[in-house]
């Protein structure tokens, strides 16, 4: 089985879902604030706003666990950062990492991988051999702070 086909999960495979995702979601966002601001309708704001908010999040942790996995440059993995906060920016850079060649092959941390030299890598370590265990407390993790973030409210408005 190919690295890319089938159902196994490869950095490129995950960064470029969540990539795709993120664009995706600001659509829906922008959307909906168009539908709010314009024609006075704001049945789905709330809807497009949870949803972006979720899927952001997640493209966070999963640029920071493929940056560290990758090895990115520090400024590669901060300008992946950045893009989650301008609207569809995580396409073309998903595009340049992967033309560059920075979503190449697997998981380093994997079973049979390399050994864990540092905080990061034990971690990752700990994500790729506990795959379900990690999953889960991921995802409670992001739904904790989505939840706490929907507690908060939206951001104050300026002026």
Known sequence: MSAEGGSRM?????????????AVTWTLLIAALV???????ERFSPIAGGLHGFVFL?????TLFVWANQKWPARTGILGLVTTVIPWATI??????DRRGMLKGGW?????????????????ALVLRRPVAA??????????VFSVLLYLGPPVQLG
């Open 35 to 41: 539908l709010k601001y314009g024609f006075d309708n």
């Open 108 to 124: 380093r941390m994997a079973p049979g991988g390399e050994e864990p030299t540092n905080g990061v890598d034990r971690i990752a």
């Open 135 to 144: 999953g889960i407390v991921a995802l409670v993790a992001v739904a904790v």
């Open 92 to 97: 073309p850079f998903e595009k340049s990492v």
């Open 10 to 22: 490869t950095p490129r495979k995950l960064f470029r879902t969540l990539a795709l995702a993120e």
């Open 58 to 62: 997640s493209y966070g942790v999963v």
